[in-house]
């Protein structure tokens, strides 16, 4: 087996284990909170969005950080940090005395959060422009496939032996995967042409912030997670009072969360390999208006195998639209700063996940969670125009607005 073919699946596999085992507290996060005192409906509706967000700040901060390093020293050191990070922080939210306490361990997480964007990002930089689509929806298989068993283990784990024995195996199962990447990871390294172009960081901010197609992607990836995780923190607590008097509702929440997951699976390389073949941005206003078409019923379900069904038929559509952009980026962005432009979009996918979160947490708080789907629903039309507007304003080339800031600057 050739190097690249042997690092996809290591990477694939990798995924699998860290989606896998992050999912697996999903769940009962919100759970967790209550156990960790006495505390009103309002309150933990409330921390379950924050808490659950608040990883994501410092992730915002030090994604193009990350980016930038991994364009210089390659993308192999920053999955190591991730990995050994993501296993210690977790570890740490199990011994949490207070919600105080679980917040700030979550910030520090953020830190270090991001070993699936930056594994896209490695694979990406090593496929070509023609067939990012389709190999990066593969790749997602892998994530989707943990994100799918996970949620089920986790909550079946809680039930079983509680929630801080279930934070344990999750840090050790992160730890493995870490493992894997030191030692059966090799990256190819890219052969660095002499008196080839350096961008500054300013150069690349600006040059984004002026291409509009670029920015406007990144924009709507941040709406995309905002609807997206905007109700997965409360996920738990809407299972719980369609399921009243039952249980087992950690493991009911595990189901209704692969729901989602498994629509990811069936056709997460199916809208890649479509966009490879028409065209990312058509795939991509698809894919938002199935998501608004999807998600609001789920407002107005009466029984649990209702809101799964609709889970399912929202993560076929969800599970295209991270391939999607990544595939766009791949393709407007030149290879030299491959590593900051995914930085960048992934420190925008990382601001939805800020915002998601909190923003249900305050929706479900005045007008309760079903109402949730319905006012994140507006997210996925107004992305779909934001997308139409842009495509019907002129093309821009990428490296030309690049070199045209640059000018500018000097």
């Known amino acids: 087996m050739d190097t690249q073919k042997k690092n996809f699946f290591i990477i694939m596999f990798t995924n699998f284990l860290v989606a896998g085992s992050t999912t697996m507290i999903m769940p009962f996060l919100s759970l967790y909170i209550e156990s960790l005192g006495n505390f009103s409906d309002e309150y933990v509706q409330r921390w379950s969005g924050l ?49 105080t306490e679980l917040f700030m361990i979550r910030l520090f997480m953020g830190l270090v959060t991001g070993f699936i964007p930056t594994s896209l990002a490695f694979v990406s930089s090593q496929t070509s422009k023609e067939t990012a689509g389709k190999t990066l929806g593969t790749l997602q298989m892998g994530s989707v496939s943990g994100t799918l068993f996970g949620p089920v283990l986790g909550g079946l784990m809680a039930d ?11 840090a050790t199962i992160i730890t493995i995967a870490a493992l894997f990447v030191v030692f059966g990871l090799h990256e190819i390294k890219r052969v660095k042409v002499k008196g080839a172009h350096v961008y500054a960081p300013k150069t690349i901010i600006n040059g984004i912030l002026n291409h ?28 719980a009072e369609l399921t009243a008097g039952t249980a087992q509702v950690a493991f009911l929440a595990g189901v209704t969360f692969s729901a989602t997951g498994v629509g990811n699976l069936l056709f997460a390389r199916r809208w890649g390999r479509l966009g490879d073949s028409i065209g990312y941005e058509k ?16 407002a107005f379900v009466t029984d ?21 952009t990544t595939a766009l980026m791949r393709r407007e962005a030149p290879i030299e700063i491959q590593g900051e432009i995914m930085g960048y979009n992934t420190s925008f996918r990382f601001l939805g ?12 708080g005045f007008i309760g969670i079903s109402s949730v789907f319905i006012v994140t629903s507006i997210l996925f039309i107004f992305a779909f125009v934001f997308l139409r507007v842009t495509l019907a304003k002129p093309q821009q080339d990428f490296e030309d607005v690049l070199l045209e800031q640059e000018l500018k600057n000097t």
């Not at 208006?289 to 999807?294: M, R, T």
């Open 353 to 364: 996940n800020i915002i998601g979160p909190v923003f249900g947490g305050i929706v479900s």
């Open 283 to 298: 795939v991509l206003g698809l894919l938002l208006v199935l998501a608004f078409v999807f998600i609001i019923p789920q």
């Open 51 to 99: 808490v659950f967000g608040v990883t994501f700040v410092a992730a915002l901060i030090m994604s193009p950080v990350w980016g930038r390093i991994a364009d210089k020293y390659g993308f192999k050191p920053i999955l190591i940090i991730n990995g050994f990070g993501i296993a210690t922080s977790i570890f740490l939210m199990g011994t949490a005395d207070s919600v």
């Open 212 to 239: 509009r197609l670029m920015l406007n992607v990144m924009i709507i990836t941040a709406l995309i997670q905002i609807g997206n995780f905007s109700i997965q923190p409360l996920l738990s607590l809407y299972v």
């Open 160 to 170: 079983a032996f509680g929630f801080k024995y279930t934070f344990l195996i999750t």
């Open 304 to 324: 649990l195998w209702q809101l799964i069904v609709l889970r399912l038929f929202f993560g076929v559509a969800v599970g295209g639209m991270i391939p999607t």
